[in-house]
Nanobody, 129 residues
Framework: QVQLVESGGGLVQAGDSLRLSCAAS????????MGWFRQAPGKEREFVSA????????YYANSVKGRFTISRDNAKNTVYLQMNSLKTEDTADYYC??????????????????????WGQGTRVTVSS
């Protein structure tokens, strides 16, 4: 089981940028697709972005296309989410997740073409106007 720790969140103004990082430990993530999810207050968790194990494919929710960019550095066992032109509606707790075969079907998260079995505790992003 991979352990994931998100960082980089904070309080910013609309139009600003943030770069979120997801550091993995316990296992290398080189063979795993990775994803980002977010959950805003009072709303359900939603898929944000995903990247294949070799970074050959990326996926984005329509709400963030053109503004967010997912990337990964397998040598550093880290995944990133560059968030530009932030909007107030981007305010949420952001979670990274790792694809994997472990865990029950009911406990997995789904986003893009992948299933995820591990995720972190989240990092909070607050965008003010």
């Amino acid at each position: 089981q991979v352990q994931l720790v998100e960082s980089g969140g904070g309080l910013v103004q609309a139009g600003d940028s943030l770069r979120l990082s997801c550091a993995a430990s316990g296992r290398t993530i080189s063979a795993y697709a990775m994803g980002w999810f977010r959950q805003a207050p009072g709303k359900e968790r939603e898929f944000v972005s995903a990247i294949s194990w070799n970074a050959g494919s990326t996926y984005y929710a329509n709400s963030v296309k053109g503004r967010f960019t997912i990337s990964r550095d397998n040598a550093k066992n880290t995944v990133y989410l560059q968030m530009n032109s932030l909007k107030t509606e981007d305010t949420a707790d952001y979670y990274c997740a790792a694809e994997g075969p472990s865990g029950s079907i009911g406990s997995r998260w789904y986003g893009g073409p992948y299933e995820y079995s591990s995720w972190g505790q989240g990092t909070r992003v607050t965008v003010s106007s």
